[in-house]
């Protein structure tokens, strides 16, 4: 199994891979992984009064605008916001976790300029791995005008095929795991 993540996923992949019932992962492919907001703020997410001040400074709902029709058309451009505070709790678990004894292969992507996730958070959480076959990959020119999204129609169409071929570089490198025994009950 490859488990791949983007943003928050990505987060959420790397604590899958973190816990003991991960041996049938093969692989962890991490786009962007959000392992620390850029807006140093969303700290206060994780105070007791947290969900207070997100709806005194953000209103019930979180919208933004979008960038194309394409984006209009097919991604959720607003939702309710409190669901920012289990996003934030999902990255202080990434955050306060240890991932030293984590030895899967793993390759990141992302942009130093990305404006949503902090790229210092990424390259350290990335030298925490003790992965023997580990790459990380900086991507300067997504189309994305927040440097967040590094592949896709939507928002960065001709860095797709970069990022897909990287992913696939990669994965030709590691060695074929020898087939499970199945038994039969």
Do not use: C
């Amino acid at each position: 199994i490859i488990v791949v993540g983007t943003s928050t996923g990505g987060a959420l992949a790397a604590w899958l891979a973190s816990h003991d019932n991960s041996e049938r992962i093969a692989a962890l492919v991490l786009l962007s992984p959000n392992f620390g907001p850029k807006r140093r703020d969303s700290e206060l997410l994780l105070l007791p009064w947290g969900n207070a001040i997100l709806q005194w400074v953000q209103g019930a709902t979180y919208r933004f605008e979008p960038y194309n029709d394409l984006q209009q058309q097919y991604w959720t451009t607003q939702f309710p916001s409190e669901a920012l505070l289990p996003m934030m709790g999902l990255v202080k678990l990434t955050r306060d976790k240890d991932f030293s004894r984590l030895r899967l292969p793993l390759l990141v992507m992302y942009s130093p300029a990305d404006q949503m996730v902090d790229a210092n958070a990424i390259r350290e959480k990335f030298t925490q791995f003790a992965s023997g076959t580990k790459k990380i990959i900086a991507l300067t020119d997504s189309g994305d005008p927040q440097q967040h999204i590094l592949a896709g129609d939507i928002l960065s169409p001709h860095t797709t095929p970069v990022v897909a071929n990287n992913i696939v570089d990669f994965l030709r490198q590691l060695p074929v795991p020898a087939p499970a025994l199945r038994t039969e009950p």
